[in-house]
């Protein structure tokens, strides 16, 4: 019961402890307000009114010093008998009408319909990598924190709730939120740097810009600046190609890497350095004459795995190789949509038993990423917006580098190596180099993502055949899409940040109708996944009504995405005239969508769960 005026303490907040009721407990029963009473941080009053009424619980609020600061009131009610509780009802109306006239907002306990605001139940994830200048029996905890609220109407439910919050979370998240911070701290100093150097001097740093990356500012050629909505904007030219690299790599490592590896940034300025300072004088390009030289020196990728005693840091040194190193092996590893369920025997094998050195994709998730023992030394790639090649480039030579030194190298990818993966460039690259990498399949999100949602590809009476495409051309240019047919399914991988440049290519295209059914689907396979519902026409508006994007994603168009929902509708290729074909088809989609413009599914099954876990418990 004292866990609000805790809350209100750490907040900032002085407080006051009023006893209205005679039963109600003494604090002397809790040890930390005792300590902070003693401490003087917190006061207790007992000389309160004989009678509870509006006018002497006004009268008593305004004897109190500095009357004029009380923020809030809360109750909390502690019911002995009826006599009790119907007194304490009465105490209530008093208390609201007082602060509803003293404009002070009020909280009453389990009566959510007379307060003001309510206390919910929150969570404050501790520091596991503790500063090292500080007093090691003290608990730092992290900026990241939860609150949970039923309006009142459970306050048992929502700790469960939280409970259940907190044990399903990685337990370094406090850790990987402040690595995010002191990541993002880092470049404001060198955007606020560039701003002090370059920004023009007419601009006056204020609170309306905190951050030098929010000036991403348009001008006018003929002038100096130009108004929009009143304000001037300035050219940003002064904001380094530096400072915007890094603000995009943190935006991917806040979506992609794993929260180990985000975790174990914290409080490593040699990890940290290596982040903030991208190789973009660097413009590697694939070559599959470029093989690594005994002193070749490329940026270095992060280990994300826990910390272990053997290792020194979290930067994996050059290996020195041995006089007589014997030659290792390289195995091209696809790791399926992203469930540990849906990984192959011979990946898992690899992944859990076998390898030696992992070079995995930065897509590849948490959950394919615990399984791999701490013994196993692993890096993520730092493919990342401008630095795609020479990532690229770096695994492969690093791939060479190990095998040379006689591990056994897992090049670990999303999905299938084969499809969309690269796994081609690759290949080649270590056949010149001597070594005939081995190819484990994958299962494809191509293919198992539409699955997951019951949406099958190719069906009997709807779809006969299917294009896979991708969303942006090389060198991102625009990609040029198959034309429409009746009977064939679309799958379109990496497309949904274009997603309306897309819908409107294929609009202008010949055919495509635009109450034709299409599928947004993201995060596949994942506890997150989901998938939207609409039409050609209405899907770009719809996406943007939802919510936040849940990279990565893909989309699917075609009848097949909707044949298999409720009753099913697989005669779709078997009407008599076509006379009749729109007709019914602008019905079939009134009733799937049911009158509605879309809708969206979320959630994985959790049978994936239970059959991984009866397998790992097999093995």
Known sequence: MYNQAILCLESGYQVILAKFNPQ????????????????????CCDDLPSVLDSKSIQTWLKSIPNFHQINLISLIELQTNQQDHEAI???????????????????????????????????????????????????????????????????????????????????????????????????????????????????????????????????????????DNGKQRFE?????????????????ISQYWPITQI??????????????NPPSTHKLQPNLSLLPSSDHQGVYTLSVKKPNPNRSSLLSPQTQPSPTPKKGSIYLVGSGPGHAS??????????????????????????????????????????????????????MEQAIKFAELGETVVRLKQGDPFIYGRGGEEILFFRKAGYEATVIPGISSS???????????????????????????????????????????????????????IVKQLLEMDLYPGYLPIGIIERASSFDQRILLS????????????????????????????CLDGNGSVDILDHPTEELQEVLDRKRITDWLCG??????????????????????ST
């Open 596 to 617: 509605k413009t879309f809708f969206v599914k979320h959630g994985m099954n959790k049978a994936f769960d239970e059959l991984h876990q009866r397998f790992t418990n």
């Open 535 to 562: 039409t050609l026409s209405n899907v770009v508006e719809s996406f943007q009504s939802i919510g936040d994007q849940r990279p990565p994603g893909m989309i699917v168009i075609g009848w097949s995405v909707m």
């Open 236 to 252: 940003s030219s002064w904001i380094s190609e530096t400072t915007l690299t890094q603000i995009s790599w943190i935006s991917q």
């Open 342 to 395: 849906l990984l192959t025997c011979a990946a898992y094998t690899l992944l859990t038993k076998s390898a030696s050195v992992i070079l995995c994709d930065k897509l590849v998730p948490d959950q394919i990423i615990n399984l791999i023992p701490n013994h196993i030394k692993l890096f993520v790639s730092k493919k990342f917006p401008g630095n795609s090649e020479f990532a690229q480039c770096e695994f």
């Open 447 to 501: 293919i198992a993502a539409p699955l997951l949602f019951n949406i099958p590809l190719t069906q009997r009476g709807v779809s006969e055949s299917v294009v896979l495409c991708t969303g942006v051309g090389r060198r991102g240019k625009q990609m040029s899409f198959p034309s429409y047919q009746r009977s064939r399914t679309l799958v379109i991988l990496m497309g949904v940040i274009r997603l309306e440049s």
């Open 263 to 276: 975790a174990n940034l914290h409080q490593n300025p040699q990890a940290i350095n290596e982040i903030l």
């Open 89 to 227: 009802q009465d105490l209530m109306i008093s208390l609201k009408t007082v602060a509803y006239h003293l404009r002070i907002p009020l909280n009453l306990q389990n009566n959510p319909l007379l307060s003001d605001f309510t206390f919910p139940v929150t969570y404050r994830w501790p520091l596991t990598h503790q500063p090292t200048n500080q007093p090691t029996q003290k608990t730092f905890k992290s900026s990241l924190q939860i609150a949970l609220s039923s309006s009142g109407s459970s306050t048992i439910l929502e700790n469960r709730l939280k409970r259940e919050i907190i044990s399903k979370l990685n337990e370094r998240v406090g850790d990987a939120c402040e690595a995010i911070a002191e990541l993002k701290s880092r470049t404001q100093l060198l955007a606020n740097h560039d701003f002090q150097l370059q920004a023009p001097q007419s601009i006056i740093p204020s609170p309306q810009i905190p951050l030098a990356q929010h000036l991403i500012l348009k001008t006018d050629p003929t002038s100096q600046g130009v108004l």
């Open 24 to 43: 109600f407990i003494e604090p002397n029963q809790n040890v930390e307000i005792l300590n902070r009473i003693k401490l003087g941080q917190l006061a």
